[in-house]
């Protein structure tokens, strides 16, 4: 699904406008992408959690030349799925 196809369904299921479902969804990933930066996880019951982890530096390999290179230490965001979610998911 792409932003456009979920801005369609939001603004069916909430009764607005495309424009207006598309300015709620912009703000929504905002709030969202501000509290990551801040270094802060988002955190959703029953659905799942947004966080952000270091990840330490470590070596490699090229696979092109085989020459060893260090990957350096990096933040990434990760999500963990929440138990009804999950279970949805699974048709449980």
Known sequence: MTKKDFIE?????VGESKRKA????DAFLEVVEEALVAGEGVQFVGWGTFEVRQNAERKGRNPRTGEEITIPAKKAVKFKVGKKLADKVNHK
Do not use: I, L
């Not at 598309?22 to 969804?25: L, Q, R």
């Open 9 to 13: 369904k939001y603004a069916e299921k």
């Open 22 to 25: 598309g300015e709620m969804a």
